[in-house]
């Protein structure tokens, strides 16, 4: 491991994008996720769809920062809002009210009354995971229990409390013992039951598997006499983010929370990734008609502004007398920049049909895929979507058994920048995801028309003649 230190470099000055790439090299942490890609991208100006890099070369993004840019790059309205509140106010501790945070908070609030029926409050932080965090503190006050239930191939991101209930090893592997790991259940992935059943006919068997542990008392979750269960949770997303875009099957959520009712364990809905309309609702969980007991969002309230992330919970989980003042609390939690843009992006949300939107565009995107995966069985396995959510699942000739390496060749070349696009150079960003590392989770821009589709479509059908050629 090389500790020699270079010589001084004039620090902001630097544009050479070699010389950027070996100061990051040495003065960057590599902990993040910059390094999946060999070597890293820079890009320098970002607009609707696309982000460009230094050259100018234009990207078509199909991830969309993992679903935080949904509503577009640069979007002018959420953009004027926040310069808006630079003007006026654009810092203020968050210990003080502001309107904008008071507004948001009883949007948010009168949304799930008219959707849910129960009355409940929001408490504000600024990443996912740390609004993670608070809501592990709502259950575990709630119920002084710290056990959780968990999905399979769920991600629930990477503080140490959100990895204790992501299913990956790998994400704690180097970190010690996790002695308040979730319990993890497989997840309906019908492509590949993990109990090698048949949608059409398994009745959903998964449940019952689950239902089983309530059986007695030795099956390890429940003491019978006392009507009581170790955990007090169970975190859902109601359609796996980075598990691979997995969509469940009608009727499986309704079945689990009935379950989780009988035994009195709450029902969290991380909605980060797929909340905002991103599944075709204001909340993925709307798509299979439970109410949640508490849901925690982050990433495309503010667009991928100014960060923004928040808990809902019911009223009794919550409220003051339960959840008293200091029981969390970060200093950047409920910023003014994020509030301000928030409560733009949401009140747009109300003006717009971003229901009818987002199902149409999706239903027309997945009709497109649907295409490639009948002229490329040997490539492509299954194809889904809801909303304008979508999964290509990448296998091998067989189409079924994972093909990791095809996927990150795919995702590679589309990096470089050097596909045909009608003419012009262009390039595709994708995102890898699902428990094999062998999925393309496709979270566009709502605002791609149905040209940018066929675009996109074709671009990615170049990409799958250049890198398996002899499998087209
Ligand atoms: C479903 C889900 N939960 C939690 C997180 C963590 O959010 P953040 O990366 O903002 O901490 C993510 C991020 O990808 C996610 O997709």
Same mark, same amino acid.
């Given at each position: 491991?090389?500790?020699?230190?270079?010589?001084?470099?004039?620090?902001?000055?630097?544009?050479?994008?070699?010389?950027?790439?070996?100061?990051?090299?040495?003065?960057?942490?590599?902990?993040?996720?910059?390094?999946?890609?060999?070597?890293?991208?820079?890009?320098?100006r970002?607009?609707?769809?696309?982000?460009?890099?230094?050259?100018?070369?234009?990207?078509?993004?199909?991830q969309?920062?993992?679903? *935080?840019?949904?509503? /577009? %790059?640069a979007?002018?309205? +959420? !953009? @004027?809002?926040?310069?808006?509140?630079v003007? $006026?106010?654009?810092?203020?501790?968050?210990?003080?009210?502001?309107?904008?945070?008071?507004?948001?908070?009883?949007?948010?609030?009168?949304?799930?009354?008219?959707?849910?029926?129960?009355?409940?409050?929001?408490?504000?932080?600024?990443?996912?995971?740390?609004?993670?965090?608070?809501?592990?503190?709502?259950v575990?006050?709630?119920?002084?229990?710290?056990?959780?239930? *968990?999905?399979?191939? /769920? %991600?629930?991101g990477?503080? +140490? !409390? @959100?990895?204790?209930?992501?299913?990956s090893? $790998?994400?704690?592997?180097?970190?010690?013992?996790?002695?308040?790991?979730?319990?993890?259940?497989?997840?309906?992935?019908?492509?590949?039951?993990?109990?090698?059943k048949?949608?059409?006919d398994?009745?959903?068997?998964?449940?019952?598997?689950?239902?089983?542990?309530?059986?007695?008392?030795?099956?390890?979750?429940?003491?019978?006499?006392?009507?009581?269960?170790?955990? *007090?949770?169970?975190?859902?997303?109601?359609?796996?983010?980075? !598990?691979?875009?997995?969509?469940?099957?009608?009727?499986?959520?309704?079945?689990?929370?009935?379950?989780?009712?009988?035994?009195?364990?709450?029902?969290?809905?991380?909605?980060?990734?797929?909340?905002?309309?991103?599944?075709?609702?204001?909340?993925?969980?709307?798509?299979?008609?439970?109410?949640?007991?508490?849901?925690?969002?982050?990433?495309?309230?503010?667009?991928?502004?100014?960060?923004?992330?928040g808990?809902?919970?019911?009223?009794?989980?919550i409220?003051?007398?339960?959840?008293?003042?200091?029981?969390?609390?970060?200093?950047?939690s409920?910023?003014?920049?994020?509030?301000?843009?928030?409560?733009?992006?949401?009140?747009?949300?109300?003006?717009?049909?971003?229901?009818?939107?987002?199902?149409?565009?999706?239903?027309?995107?997945?009709?497109?895929?649907?295409?490639?995966?009948?002229?490329?069985?040997?490539?492509v396995?299954?194809?889904?979507?809801?909303?304008?959510?979508?999964r290509?699942?990448?296998?091998?000739?067989?189409?079924?058994?994972?093909?990791r390496?095809l996927?990150?060749?795919?995702?590679?070349?589309?990096?470089?920048?050097?596909?045909?696009?009608?003419?012009?150079?262009?390039?595709?960003?994708?995102?890898?995801?699902?428990?094999?590392?062998?999925?393309?989770?496709?979270?566009?821009?709502?605002?791609?028309?149905?040209e940018?589709?066929?675009?996109?479509?074709?671009l990615?059908?170049?990409?799958?003649?250049?890198?398996?050629?002899?499998?087209?």
């Amino acid at each position: 491991m090389s500790t020699e230190i270079s010589e001084p470099v004039q620090l902001g000055r630097v544009t050479d994008e070699r010389e950027l790439l070996e100061l990051e090299r040495k003065y960057c942490s590599w902990g993040d996720t910059v390094h999946y890609l060999d070597p890293p991208k820079f890009f320098e100006r970002c607009e609707g769809n696309y982000l460009y890099d230094r050259e100018g070369v234009a990207y078509l993004d199909l991830q969309m920062w993992y679903s *935080a840019a949904s509503f /577009g %790059y640069a979007n002018p309205r +959420l !953009g @004027a809002a926040l310069k808006a509140q630079v003007d $006026r106010l654009p810092q203020l501790a968050c210990q003080y009210l502001h309107a904008e945070k008071v507004e948001l908070a009883a949007l948010i609030g009168r949304l799930n009354e008219s959707k849910f029926g129960l009355s409940g409050r929001v408490h504000f932080n600024v990443g996912g995971a740390q609004a993670i965090e608070d809501s592990l503190k709502i259950v575990r006050n709630a119920k002084g229990k710290n056990l959780v239930f *968990a999905f399979q191939g /769920g %991600y629930h991101g990477r503080t +140490l !409390g @959100a990895s204790a209930i992501t299913s990956s090893y $790998r994400y704690r592997r180097r970190f010690g013992h996790f002695s308040d790991r979730a319990h993890f259940v497989p997840f309906p992935y019908c492509f590949r039951c993990p109990y090698g059943k048949r949608k059409e006919d398994c009745g959903l068997y998964c449940v019952k598997e689950f239902e089983r542990n309530f059986d007695t008392e030795y099956n390890s979750f429940w003491d019978p006499k006392a009507g009581e269960s170790e955990f *007090a949770a169970f975190y859902v997303e109601a359609i796996q983010g980075t !598990g691979g875009y997995v969509i469940p099957p009608q009727g499986y959520f309704k079945a689990l929370k009935k379950v989780l009712d009988e035994r009195n364990i709450l029902m969290v809905d991380d909605e980060i990734q797929m909340g905002f309309y991103r599944a075709g609702k204001f909340w993925a969980i709307e798509n299979f008609e439970v109410e949640p007991d508490i849901i925690v969002f982050g990433k495309a309230l503010t667009n991928g502004l100014n960060p923004l992330s928040g808990v809902w919970a019911r009223e009794e989980l919550i409220a003051p007398e339960v959840f008293p003042p200091g029981s969390t609390h970060s200093t950047f939690s409920s910023n003014t920049l994020g509030t301000a843009v928030a409560l733009e992006a949401v009140r747009m949300m109300e003006e717009e049909n971003y229901e009818e939107l987002t199902n149409r565009k999706g239903a027309y995107f997945l009709e497109r895929i649907r295409d490639l995966q009948r002229l490329y069985p040997k490539v492509v396995g299954d194809t889904d979507g809801m909303g304008m959510a979508l999964r290509i699942e990448i296998c091998q000739a067989d189409g079924f058994t994972p093909d990791r390496e095809l996927t990150d060749r795919i995702f590679a070349e589309g990096m470089r920048g050097d596909l045909d696009a009608r003419g012009r150079r262009m390039g595709l960003v994708l995102d890898v995801g699902g428990y094999y590392k062998n999925v393309f989770t496709l979270a566009p821009c709502f605002e791609m028309s149905e040209e940018e589709i066929d675009l996109s479509v074709e671009l990615l059908e170049q990409l799958i003649r250049r890198c398996a050629p002899d499998r087209v």
